[in-house]
């Protein structure tokens, strides 16, 4: 697992792109706190569109690139032991609406089979408070989340 993700930025590294790396690691943590919600109740097919739907969007990727940092970040995901690495490096880089957007995303992946769970709150919640994210800006992005 860790021999794939490793292969994944040294062929990122040699885009002749600056802050390429940054920007791919940028792209799996995001993707990673994107799979955690996924997996909280089983993945469903709902679900795993709307994550790879938000991934493509939110970075402008073609599919197959999505399809790719997705399957990094949920191989990361299984060795995690906790969102620390994910939160702390977004929190580094993104601004407030940065993070807002990432936490709209989180609410339409966990809507995309049409339920909550008070689990699936509950794990968006703390991610939106270890991102240091005001708690007006959460109730926003699940609004809109939501329409």
Do not use: C
């Amino acid at each position: 697992m860790l021999e794939s993700i490793r292969r994944y930025f040294d062929r990122q590294l040699a885009l002749p792109r600056s802050g390429a790396d940054e920007e791919r690691r940028l792209q799996l943590a995001t993707a990673a706190l994107l799979v955690e919600v996924m997996r909280l109740d089983g993945a469903d097919l709902g679900e795993r569109a709307a994550l790879l739907k938000a991934v493509a969007d939110k970075f402008a990727l073609a599919d197959a690139e999505a399809a790719e940092i997705v399957a990094l970040a949920e191989d990361e995901v299984r060795e995690a032991v906790g969102y620390y690495q994910f939160t702390s490096l977004i929190n580094r880089h993104f601004n407030v609406t940065q993070k807002e957007r990432v936490v709209e995303l989180l609410w339409r992946v966990a809507w995309a089979d049409a339920t909550v769970s008070a689990h699936e709150h509950h794990v968006i919640r703390k991610i939106a408070d270890l991102l240091h994210l005001p708690h007006a800006a959460y109730v926003a992005a699940k609004q809109r989340a939501r329409e």
